[in-house]
């Protein structure tokens, strides 16, 4: 069966500290990946995507992910938290050639000042 | 430009009932996806349109949901003899289309369905 993980439900970090939010997957095959953000009363936004090539992605806001097979991880990081990245994030997979798209039950992102 | 638009935003009805929910994808999006999520959960897949026709309706829970596409842009999501269990909000999504790799996915804001 495929999955995403995401062990925690609340990361808390202090503003210009690095963060990493957590995401595992399964899945049969080579996987696609994705990290969403929800901020209050709006809409998923995509924020970065791992399809093939280079492990570490980069993308909107400053964040990045590291996709690591043999650990079957992709977490997110950004080196330096704002208190506008304070937000709800999804992470989710989907099997190569395969529309259907899983995700996880989130991570809520606190960054105090 | 504008971006995916889900009617209504809210909708309460009553155990038993009939619902509809619409999309407007963004516009020459082929790929349209509808997904629920419930309280402190990610979204669950329901059904998948490339075009017009439902390419995985894999998602769907049982045969009281219903999703079309007659034209392939705008989709309405069925719920016939609605449950207190159906109570979620119901997103929607769209993307350019597959053409090898997955394309980004573009949510809407969502329809919060209760049913009482």
């Known amino acids: 069966a495929q999955s995403v993980a995401q062990p925690e439900d609340q990361v808390n970090v202090a503003e210009g500290n690095p963060l990493t939010v957590k995401c595992t997957y399964s899945?049969?095959?080579?996987?696609?990946l994705f990290w969403y953000v929800q901020y209050p009363n709006r809409g998923l936004q995509f924020l970065l995507k791992?399809?093939?090539?280079?492990?570490l992605v980069k993308g909107s806001y400053g964040f990045e992910a590291e996709f690591n097979k043999s650990q079957t991880s992709f977490h997110l990081k950004k080196p330096s938290a704002l208190v506008s990245d304070s937000a709800l994030y999804f992470c989710?997979?989907?099997?190569?050639?395969?529309?259907?798209?899983?995700f996880g039950s989130g991570t809520k992102l606190n960054v105090k000042p | 430009g504008a971006g995916v638009s889900q009617t209504p935003s809210n909708k309460v009805t009553e155990k038993g009932k009939y619902v509809e929910l619409r999309c407007d994808p963004i516009?020459?999006?082929?790929?349209l996806y509808w997904y629920r999520q419930s309280l402190g959960q990610g979204p669950e897949f329901l059904i998948y349109?490339?075009?017009?026709?439902?390419?995985?309706d894999s998602g769907l829970p049982n045969d009281r949901f219903f999703a079309v596409r007659p034209e392939g842009s705008v989709s309405t999501l069925k719920i016939q003899r609605t449950e207190r269990g159906d109570s979620a909000v119901y997103l929607c999504a769209s993307s350019r289309g597959y053409s090898g790799t997955p394309g980004e996915q573009f949510f809407g804001p969502g329809t919060r369905l209760t049913v009482l």
């Open positions: 989710a997979v989907r099997r190569y050639n395969f529309n259907k798209f899983y």
């Open positions: 791992y399809i093939t090539g280079d492990n």
């Open positions: 349109f490339q075009g017009t026709g439902a390419a995985d």
């Open positions: 899945v049969s095959g080579n996987p696609y």
């Open positions: 516009s020459g999006h082929t790929a």
